[in-house]
């Protein structure tokens, strides 16, 4: 198993606490029964089972991980089975463990679950205080309770809210709470509050959405509301009344609606837009826009012109900006990015996209300005700004570290543990164990801590741990090519490049051997169980087990052959090919089947529907881009791969 090599220096505990005897497994260890018990203590933690995870632990009492031991009893007092913070969780095991365990990952984690609890309570003082010594500040709801803090002191955090409030995937009680509280205050409007609900219904949210009416100092007639989201063409169909909760609902109607038939949806909007104001125009047309542009739908773009200084979601304002990309309207990609909020239009992507739009009016002074401010970004955008500025694309010079480096942050704290947590395929706490010391490194540390990681075979850390260096660099390790004979094999007898495969590889797994995702896919090159027999039985394999799909040799010439198949179809492109090892190659032939005309690459892999196979996409072929210029030595080009996609 990836991890279980270990070297003398790795064997340090990771606390104080945790040293009391060494806690990385060793090489070739099999789990013991206590190890299956600290996963199934785990497991009772995760489901916030108290009874179970205190009876588990209570079996394991000198279980080498205390910290995690601990943990794993006390976060299931702190929430109910639903994953609701209890307000009446006990505070005292919580402060202990902080004070134990301070400075540590595991206290952190802690920390984010207490303040949880202790903003459920509205206990702002206790909460403060925690919250100021919460270092990842990476959850959504807790943010929110930091604006309601805030306000409880007399604040105005209306903007801090709008800002953040853009995802209600992730809102929670918190952010439910945060908007209840605003709109008490007079901080938020009623009509913030509906467009909070719309939101939400946008996306699906429908449990928050509902959630969200008890913020409006006016609550809309229950039947009404009903209807407005159970059977919206009956709202329409009523027409508009005078009253705004009437104006709100056909609003929310019209987001319902949209999510299942746009076409439908325009034809009936339509009819009632001209009883909206102009405002309330603009943000029905530019949702209806928003799930057509998603479908590709031919109308979508005019939908959207009607959506101009709409105030519209995030994914809304970015499909807008794409459906001109299709279309080729390059002065309304330009307005489109401009009317985006400031922190979304910081994004690399949309800079880029600007800046495309600057050049083809003329403006390439301020064009060039813009791609150069994210040339240096060692990502797509980043190479294709670099591009932009007629230049192609390389490596960075290698900084090299020595064995005393590695030496040192080999006993770094927090190591050996995160390596235990490996060897128990507890992905999650490996990594919050390894992540956690790394934010206070150099350039140079880090790189020593990657070069650490390669040694001991944990592959994906030596691939993350690289790409965090910001001036110093290593992209051997950043794009690290291991089994090279195996790939280079399989690929050019697939007639494939081996910076593809690499590339993708890089994407799927980080180089994990046993890397399985949540939808059964297995092994390097995360072939799905059904495409693995499709391919086997083509290429003569027969019937394969789960093992032999894990199997390195076999799972790269299965990933290597139906890449190959894939690529075939699609004419040598690799912008297609790509997107049809991850979504099925029906998927990308029916996207390209709805072009009007032939688009860029880079164009027809910004306006690909699923976010994970857009991302994916951009990510494999930035990878590819880079595993070229280390392999052959020599400047690229992404452009070029990415080609040209026609009907």
């Not at 209600?168 to 509050?193: E, H, M, W």
């Not at 390097?524 to 894990?550: E, Y």
């Amino acid at each position: 198993m990836v991890g279980l090599a270990l070297t003398a220096a790795a064997l340090v505990a990771c606390s104080t606490a945790d040293a009391v005897r060494p806690v990385a497994l060793p090489v070739g260890a099999t789990l013991t029964p206590d190890d299956q018990t600290f996963i199934q203590l785990r497991e009772a933690s995760r489901n916030n089972d108290a009874g179970r995870a205190a009876q588990l632990a209570a079996s394991i009492p000198d279980y080498p991980a205390p910290s995690y031991l601990e943990y794993f009893q006390i976060k299931p007092q702190l929430f109910d089975s639903q994953g609701h913070a209890r307000v009446d969780a006990p505070d005292a095991p919580v402060l202990s463990f902080l004070q134990r365990y301070d400075g540590q990952a595991i206290a952190d984690r802690l920390r984010n679950d207490y303040l949880l609890v202790l903003g459920a309570r509205h206990d702002w003082a206790s909460f403060d205080r925690q919250y100021t010594r919460f270092v990842l500040n990476d959850d959504t709801q807790v943010k929110c309770y930091a604006l309601e803090s805030r306000a409880a002191r007399g604040d105005n955090v209306a903007d801090d809210a709008r800002a953040l409030l853009t995802e209600p995937r992730y809102y929670g009680d918190g952010c439910v709470d945060l908007i209840t509280a605003l709109a008490i205050k007079n901080q938020l409007t009623s009509n913030d509050v509906w467009q909070q609900i719309r939101l939400a219904y946008e996306q699906n949210q429908t449990s928050t959405g509902a959630k969200l009416l008890d913020a409006l100092a006016q609550r809309p007639d229950p039947t009404a509301f009903s209807q407005a989201v159970s059977t919206p063409p009956l709202t329409l169909a009523r027409g508009v009344g005078a009253d705004d909760q009437s104006h709100q609902l056909a609003l929310l109607a019209v987001t319902v609606m949209a999510r299942n038939d746009p076409a439908m949806t325009a034809s009936t909007f339509a009819a009632v837009a001209p009883s909206l104001t102009s405002p309330e125009r603009a943000v029905g047309w530019g949702t209806i826009g928003y799930q057509g542009a998603q479908k590709r739908m031919p109308g979508a773009l005019d939908w959207y012109r009607l959506s101009a200084n709409a105030q519209l979601s995030y994914p809304a304002y970015e499909w807008r900006t794409r459906a001109a990309l299709l279309g080729g309207d390059w002065t309304m990609v330009r307005w489109s990015i401009e009317q985006m909020p400031a922190a979304l239009r910081a994004q690399p992507a949309w800079v880029y996209w600007h800046a495309r739009a600057l050049k083809q009016a003329g403006e390439t002074g301020q064009a060039n300005q813009e791609f150069a401010s994210i040339s240096q970004g060692y990502n797509f955008y980043g190479q294709l700004a670099t591009e932009e500025l007629g230049q192609k694309i390389t490596i960075p010079p290698k900084t090299t570290v020595s064995d005393a480096d590695i030496a040192q942050v080999a006993q770094t704290p927090g190591f050996a543990l995160a390596q235990r947590f490996y060897a128990l395929n507890l992905r999650l706490e490996g990594n919050r164990e390894w992540n956690w010391p790394l934010r206070g490194m150099s350039d140079r540390q880090l790189l020593a801590t990657a070069e650490y990681a390669r040694r001991i075979q944990l592959l994906d850390r030596t691939v993350n741990t690289a790409d965090k260096t910001v001036s110093e660099h290593d992209f051997s390790l950043r794009y690290l090519a291991p089994f090279r004979d195996v790939v280079e094999r399989d690929a050019q007898t697939n007639g494939l490049d081996v910076e593809w495969a690499y590339g993708l590889i890089r994407q799927e797994s980080r180089f994990i051997l046993n890397a399985k995702s949540g939808v059964g896919a297995s092994g390097l090159m995360q072939i799905m169980p059904a495409t693995a027999q499709m391919v086997a039985k083509k290429i003569g394999l027969g019937p394969l087990s789960r093992d032999q799909l894990n199997d390195l040799d076999t799972n790269i010439l299965l990933g290597t052959n139906y890449l190959s198949m894939i690529y075939n179809q699609f004419d040598g492109s690799a912008v297609l090919a790509t997107a049809g090892y991850n979504a099925g190659p029906g998927r990308p032939r029916a996207w390209r089947s709805t072009l009007q005309g032939g688009v860029e690459g880079a164009i027809f892999a910004e306006t690909i529907p699923f976010q994970e196979t857009r991302d994916y996409v951009k990510n494999v072929l930035s990878n590819t881009v880079y595993y070229a210029a280390l392999f052959e030595g020599r400047p690229q080009s992404l452009k070029a791969r990415l080609g040209f996609i026609t009907p």
